[in-house]
T-cell receptor, first 110, second 115 residues
Framework: QQPVQSPQAVILREGEDAVINCSSS?????VHWYRQKHGEAPVFLMI?????EQKGHEKISASFNEKKQQSSLYLTASQLSYSGTYFC???????????FGQGTELSVKP | EAGVAQSPRYKIIEKRQSVAFWCNPI?????LYWYQQILGQGPKLLIQ????????DSQLPKDRFSAERLKGVDSTLKIQPAKLEDSAVYLC?????????????FGPGTRLLVL
C-alpha cells in the first residue's frame, strides 16, 4: 500500500524543470508532499486534494490524475535550494494516517 | 511560532541497552506521531496519539518499543532492549486540521545508532 515514486533520483542544472510522480494502487483522497534535506526533518510543501485544490508552496505546483491514481509534483526553474529528497504521503484512508513513498532524490547543480 | 522540538539529537548505544526520546509538539496540536526513518527510506509510522490517547499503534513493535503522551502534550518513545536494526532516525510530528485536511509538521529527529 506504500505509494511508489518515480524517478528514484534526478540531477538538474539550475533553472531546469523537473517532474516527480507518486502513484498508488488504492484510491487517493489527497497527496501530501514533503522535502527533506540531508540530516534535517521533512518540511511540508503542499497538500493536493482529489478535486485539484492545493495548499502550499508558491513556486511548486502539483496535479492529480484520478484515473491513474497518480500525483505529479512540478518543480519549475529549479534553484539550488530545491535539492533534497522529496516524499509523497497518502492517507491510509480518508483523513487517516499518512503512508510515505520511498522518496525521490533531487540534486540541482549550478 | 516554535516548531516541534526533539531531544536528544543524536544517541549511540550498545545493543540490549535502553534509550528514550522526547518530543514537544507545536502548541495546540492535538495529534502527535512518532515515525522511524531508516536511511534511504520514507518515514514509517510507529504510533499516533490524539491528545493523550493512542489512535494507532499497529506498527509499533510492542515487545521492545513503548510510548506515552502524558497530559496530551509532550511525548516519550522508549526502546528496551535495543537491537542493531533499530538504528534509524526517529521523527516526531504534530498536526492540525483545516479545510484542506491534516497538515503534519516534523521535528528535527533523533539519530540513533545501535552498536
Amino acid at each position: 500500500q506504500q505509494p511508489v515514486q518515480s524517478p528514484q533520483a534526478v540531477i538538474l542544472r539550475e533553472g531546469e524543470d523537473a517532474v516527480i510522480n507518486c502513484s498508488s494502487s488504492k484510491a487517493l483522497y489527497s497527496v501530501h508532499w514533503y522535502r527533506q534535506k540531508h540530516g534535517e526533518a521533512p518540511v511540508f510543501l503542499m497538500i493536493l486534494l482529489k478535486g485539484g485544490e492545493q495548499k502550499g508552496h508558491e513556486k511548486i505546483s502539483a496535479s492529480f490524475n484520478e484515473k491513474k491514481q497518480q500525483s505529479s509534483l512540478y518543480l519549475t526553474a529549479s534553484q539550488l535550494s530545491y535539492s533534497g529528497t522529496y516524499f509523497c504521503g497518502t492517507p491510509y484512508n480518508q483523513g487517516g494516517k499518512l503512508i510515505f513513498g520511498q522518496g525521490t532524490e533531487l540534486s540541482v547543480k549550478p | 511560532e516554535a516548531g516541534v522540538a526533539q531531544s536528544p539529537r543524536y544517541k549511540i548505544i550498545e545493543k540490549r541497552q535502553s534509550v528514550a526520546f522526547w518530543c514537544n509538539p507545536i502548541s495546540g496540536h492535538a495529534t502527535l506521531y512518532w515515525y522511524q526513518q531508516i536511511l534511504g527510506q520514507g518515514p514509517k509510522l510507529l504510533i499516533q496519539f490524539q491528545n493523550n490517547g493512542v489512535v494507532d499503534d499497529s506498527q509499533l513493535p510492542k515487545d521492545r518499543f513503548s510510548a506515552e503522551r502524558l497530559k496530551g502534550v509532550d511525548s516519550t518513545l522508549k526502546i528496551q532492549p535495543a537491537k542493531l536494526e533499530d538504528s534509524a532516525v526517529y521523527l516526531c510530528a504534530s498536526s492540525f486540521w483545516d479545510q484542506w485536511g491534516e497538515t503534519q509538521y516534523f521535528g528535527p529527529g533523533t539519530r540513533l545508532l545501535v552498536l
